[in-house]
């Protein structure tokens, strides 16, 4: 025991566990990355009573370098991110629930403190409810100003997370018109306004395969203009 206890004050080091016998030390647990550390580990035998030094410990690694081990068995989904702090890993970004909440099991399965404050978590039920809700009011058939796009933009994003969780989703493009005047004209704008966002939406990155456009002709004329129904719905299919 006094030869433990002198070799540990010498070592200075709690992460080093030390046992002896018969002036044979084993050290164990994780040495840290430390010049000084490497350097007495290899004067121990200058201590009395010290016979051998067997040295079983694990290189203590950095949380950078932790972190890079975990990312390559664990990818990070798409739209978080993983950054280290000093004795902390920060998991920011916007994610679905159930993406969130299976990789955050991985995480704490490795990491003891995880900081989560910049971590955005909706539920799908949440976005798809946003997709529905925001409608793009397109007056205009064949082009888009800067808050719709901007509007398309935000239902893209929201839609590529609900992607993340699940990859047969698809964003359903819904045109519509209030058939007032005359019907080849409002049928042909249907048909623009679906052109357009599609476009815009291939524009930004989404994939075709992941575009279903519903189209509803109209049947029969109206009077009235009912600017509300000039525009362009959105759904979430499965």
Not at 54 to 70: C, G, H, I, R, Y
Not at 154 to 167: K, P, Y
Not at 168 to 176: A, D, H, M
Request: with cysteine.
């Amino acid at each position: 025991a006094m030869i433990a206890t002198r070799a540990a004050n010498f070592l200075q080091s709690g992460e080093i566990k030390i046992s002896v016998n018969d002036g044979h030390t084993i050290l164990t647990g994780e040495q840290p990355q430390s010049t000084a550390i490497s350097e007495k580990i290899n004067q121990l035998t200058l201590l009395p009573g010290v016979r051998s030094v067997d040295n079983q410990t694990v290189l203590q690694l950095s949380m950078e370098q932790k972190l890079a081990l975990f990312l390559k068995d664990h990818p990070l989904p798409e739209h978080l991110q993983l950054t280290p702090n000093q004795n902390s890993i920060k998991l920011s970004g916007q994610a679905v629930a159930p993406v969130a909440n299976q990789y955050m099991e991985k995480i704490r399965s490795t990491f003891e403190a995880v900081d989560t404050d910049s971590l955005q978590v909706f539920t799908t039920d949440q976005l798809k409810s946003s997709i529905t809700s925001n409608h793009l009011q397109m007056v205009n058939p064949r082009n888009l100003n800067e808050e719709q796009t901007v509007l398309i933009q935000t239902i893209l994003h929201q839609f590529n997370l609900l992607a993340v969780e699940q990859e047969t989703r698809k964003l359903k493009i819904i045109p519509r018109s209030d058939c007032q005047g005359i019907l080849e004209r409002s049928n042909e704008n249907i048909i623009n306004r679906a052109a357009v966002v599609n476009q815009s939406l291939l524009d930004a990155g989404l994939s075709d395969s992941k575009i279903l456009v519903e189209i509803n002709y109209c049947e029969q004329s109206t009077d009235a203009v009912n600017i509300d129904m000039l525009g362009v719905w959105f759904e979430v299919t499965e």
